[in-house]
């Protein structure tokens, strides 16, 4: 029975030369050389999993109400032209008091390893859809003490319509109110423009 217990000894020492990580991925640079004295707290290396990654980002207090868990999210990261996809899976119950943003955190499924951990991201989230909602470029916007205008063309001579705005993006502005589809909105000339003026229309792509 001694020599058992220092045969089971030898087997449970040999067993503590081989480490098995909990799951499979890549591994990175070898922080040991063969043969080196470690203990339980010595880097060894790292495991990645590329085949899945978690995306954290925040969105304003303001927007809080409109996302839940489930909401669907795309994004994009430097060096690749493929855009990820990802699902709403945690989010934080609670506002930070410095930035007023909510922290949420999305998981894509669908990497094919073009992902590595730690990359920036940006995020589209789709907060609401509008159906046949009009556009128009933000420069045609005539701000006033009493709203907003804008101008447009009417029998070939210049005309002003008071408008309501939504959303804003980076170069288009929602209209709510004010406007048909297919109106002639100007956007360029603006400060020369009066109501009456005629009109020679030069259309922009």
Do not use: W
């Not at 050389?33 to 980002?57: C, H, M, W, Y």
């Not at 809080?64 to 868990?69: A, C, D, G, R, Y």
Request: proline share 6%; net charge neutral.
């Amino acid at each position: 029975r001694t020599l058992e217990a220092e045969i089971a000894l030898i087997k449970a020492q040999i067993e503590k030369t081989e480490i098995k990580a909990p799951f499979s991925g890549i591994i990175g640079l070898r922080y040991v050389s063969e043969g080196s004295f470690i203990s339980p707290n010595t880097p060894i290396a790292k495991l990645q999993d590329l085949s899945r990654v978690k995306v954290e980002f925040s969105i304003p207090e303001r927007h809080i109400n409109m996302i839940n868990t489930g909401e669907r999210i795309t994004f994009n990261v430097e060096g690749s032209n493929r855009t990820f996809e990802g699902r709403v899976y945690a989010v934080e119950p609670k506002i930070d008091p410095t930035t007023r943003t909510l922290k949420m955190r999305a998981l894509c499924t669908d990497t094919r390893d073009e992902i590595l951990p730690g990359a920036f991201a940006r995020i589209f989230l789709t907060l609401k859809e509008y159906d046949d909602a009009l556009l128009v470029p933000t420069e045609s916007i005539v701000p006033e003490l009493a709203g907003q205008k804008v101008f447009i063309v009417r029998d070939g001579k210049a005309a002003t319509v008071d408008v309501e705005t939504g959303i804003r993006m980076e170069k288009k502005i929602q209209i709510t109110t004010g406007l048909q589809p297919g109106d002639t909105v100007l956007t360029t000339g603006l400060l020369q423009v009066r109501p009456g003026m005629p009109l020679r229309v030069t259309e922009s792509l």
